[in-house]
Nanobody, 133 residues
Framework: EVQLVESGGGLVQAGGSLRLTCAAS????????IAWFRQAPGKEREGVAC????????DYTDSAKGRFSISRVSATNTVYLELSSLKPEDTGNYYC??????????????????????????WGRGTQVTVSA
């Protein structure tokens, strides 16, 4: 059974930093793409960052570029999302999601993963990030 568990969220002041963790289990980690999405109250869910676990290729949406960093540690089946220079508009519930196999890696290469949520079949329950002004 695939499981994704997020942690590391919290309350932080604008300009602060957080490190989110996605602990994955129940699948062959190296053959997947892992993405972070977020959803603010009253807004649609949006992509933040994605990583191809096999080759480490990463991609970010415009809102995350230059401020967020995604990384993975294959030995521990863990993906991290480092958040820095946080803004109040970064507030939301942050989810990690797993997409299987080569087709998911291609989404990262083509930089279209954020438009293909259906490809990410497994999701965690999220961790809340609140940024105060």
């Amino acid at each position: 059974e695939v499981q994704l568990v997020e942690s590391g969220g919290g309350l932080v002041q604008a300009g602060g930093s957080l490190r989110l963790t996605c602990a994955a289990s129940g699948f062959t980690f190296d053959d997947w793409a892992i993405a972070w999405f977020r959803q603010a109250p009253g807004k649609e869910r949006e992509g933040v960052a994605c990583i191809s676990v096999k080759d480490g290729k990463t991609d970010y949406t415009d809102s995350a570029k230059g401020r967020f960093s995604i990384s993975r540690v294959s030995a521990t089946n863990t993906v991290y999302l480092e958040l820095s220079s946080l803004k109040p508009e970064d507030t939301g519930n942050y989810y990690c999601a797993a997409g299987r196999g080569e087709e998911s890696r291609v989404l990262v290469v083509l930089r279209i993963w954020m438009h293909a949520e259906a490809q990410f079949e497994d999701w965690g329950r999220g961790t809340q990030v609140t940024v105060s002004a």
